[in-house]
């Protein structure tokens, strides 16, 4: 999984017009994020490190591997492409009627909110729960002939859980990025593999591989989080 960032742009004030940042605000909040950026790649690169040192390569791994492909196709779909070439827009339209019509009516940027968001949670909440309940058939088409099929699945219904919390955290990327600001959505990698590389340290001896997968559904739950 890899990290995508965006160019910081203008900062909105909460309820009011866009203002037009310094060079030095954009110079700070650019470096800013560039460097948490480049904290999450360095963390993914110990991730996979620290994977191949505790659990080497044999067929335990390959269980692991295996279940890891939910969330990875699910970062791309959530976080990475769809759900902001959909919410971004739609953020952006609600802040522009926002300001426009000042406080008069309704906020257009909270009933967005209130429309969106729960139809948002609820949907990644039944596909991840699809997800965990089909993980016996899914893993077989994944991944034919694998030995340590239980395994797979076992972590396969930890891993489903991303599902959610991807689709919450490209949720509120897309609000921040729409909101001009980048530092939260830009530390959402850091976050992810923290929780992969502590669940690892702390219960790889005793859990083995299932320890991974317990580590990447606390990152994805940690991705939410820290844009909270």
Do not use: K
Not at 42 to 63: H, N, Q, S
Not at 207 to 212: K, L, Y
């Amino acid at each position: 999984m890899t990290a995508r960032t965006a160019a910081p742009a203008e900062e909105a004030r909460p309820g009011g017009p866009a203002w037009a940042p310094s060079n030095r605000f954009l110079a700070r909040a650019a470096l800013l994020t560039a460097a948490l950026t480049a904290a999450g790649a360095l963390l993914g690169l110990l991730r996979d490190r620290l994977l191949a040192r505790t659990f080497g390569a044999g067929p335990e791994t390959d269980a692991f591997l295996v279940a890891w492909t939910v969330p990875e196709f699910a970062s791309t779909l959530l976080i990475e492409d769809a759900m902001a070439l959909v919410l971004v827009p739609a953020f952006s339209r609600a802040l522009a009627l926002r300001a426009g019509a000042g406080a008069r009516g309704p906020d257009p940027v909270l009933g967005l909110v209130r429309t969106t968001l729960p139809a948002t949670a609820a949907g990644a909440a039944a596909a991840a729960a699809l997800a965990a309940a089909a993980a016996p058939l899914l893993v077989p088409l994944l991944a034919p002939g694998l030995p340590e099929r239980r395994l797979a699945v076992d972590c396969t219904r930890l891993t489903a859980t991303c599902v959610l919390s991807f689709a919450l955290a490209g949720y509120f990327s897309a609000a921040l990025r729409a909101h001009g600001r980048y530092l939260a959505p830009a530390a959402i990698y850091v976050a992810y593999n923290t929780g992969i590389v502590t669940a690892v340290v702390l219960l790889g001896p005793a859990r083995g591989v299932r320890a991974a997968a317990a580590g990447v559904a606390a990152g994805g739950a940690l991705m939410a989080l820290v844009q909270a």
